[in-house]
């Protein structure tokens, strides 16, 4: 899993209540990522920062909420306007925000709505 | 849009045997493809990537990948497999189209039975 952490590793959140998942790099690694991974669908993108300060939506950011203040760190808020917040989160950062370069992955959290 | 196809939800394959799992793309521009394998309740670790020049890539633990333009293919191979092979495996494509998004096919689990 590289230098990429990822906390807690498993979270329950309660209905209505907004949680946040960390996720910290120290391979000073530019580009940084947030996916949604739920059986059978593959890794669905939810957010993408390029550089500190700067971030853009991915695929599903509908109820999902992102800061990129420091470079080694880029903390996912689920809100409670995410429907359907049970699945594994994973964070990912590559050296550069180019396509021809790999990405790295942190450990999971494991989300569960009660 | 850009896309990945997995067309088999899983593969056995007999220890000793050679294995391939199978991937599609479809991308306007140049494909740059990456295959990562996800064990249980683990984050993604990156196998090998095609980006140009040689259509046959060698990766990690034993693991290649050719590159078809003709038929837009990247299937994985090894050409004897280990039951610690057993795990999931994940295609993805990205291309030089003006995107950094990274698209995840929906993953082949391959059992390695013993």
């Known amino acids: 899993d590289g230098g990429i952490t990822q906390s807690p590793k498993y979270l329950f959140r309660k209905e209505g209540q907004n949680v946040t998942l960390s996720c910290e790099q120290n391979?000073?690694?530019?580009?940084m990522y947030w996916y949604r991974q739920d059986p059978g669908q593959g890794l669905r993108l939810i957010y993408y920062?390029?550089?500190?300060?700067?971030?853009q939506k991915g695929d599903i950011a509908e109820g999902y909420s992102v800061s990129r203040e420091k470079k080694e760190s880029f903390p996912l808020t689920v809100t409670s306007a995410q429907k359907n917040p049970t699945a594994f989160y994973l964070c990912a950062s590559s050296i550069e925000p180019e396509p021809w370069n790999e990405q790295f992955f942190g450990p999971g959290t494991r989300l569960t709505v009660l | 849009a850009q896309s990945v196809a997995q067309p088999e939800d899983q593969v056995n394959v007999a220890e000793g045997n050679p294995l391939t799992v199978k991937c599609t793309y479809s991308v306007s521009g140049n494909p740059y493809l990456f295959w990562y394998v996800q064990y249980p309740n683990r984050g993604l670790q990156f196998l090998l990537k095609?980006?140009?020049?040689?259509?046959l890539v060698k990766g990690s633990y034993g693991f290649e990948a050719e590159f078809n333009k003709s038929q837009t293919s990247f299937h994985l191979k090894k050409p004897s497999a280990l039951v610690s092979d057993s795990a999931l495996y994940f295609c993805a494509v990205s291309s030089g189209a003006g995107s950094y998004q990274l698209t995840f096919g929906k993953g082949t689990k391959l059992s390695v039975i013993p």
């Open positions: 391979l000073n690694h530019d580009a």
């Open positions: 095609y980006i140009t020049g040689d259509n």
């Open positions: 920062s390029q550089i500190v300060n700067d971030f």
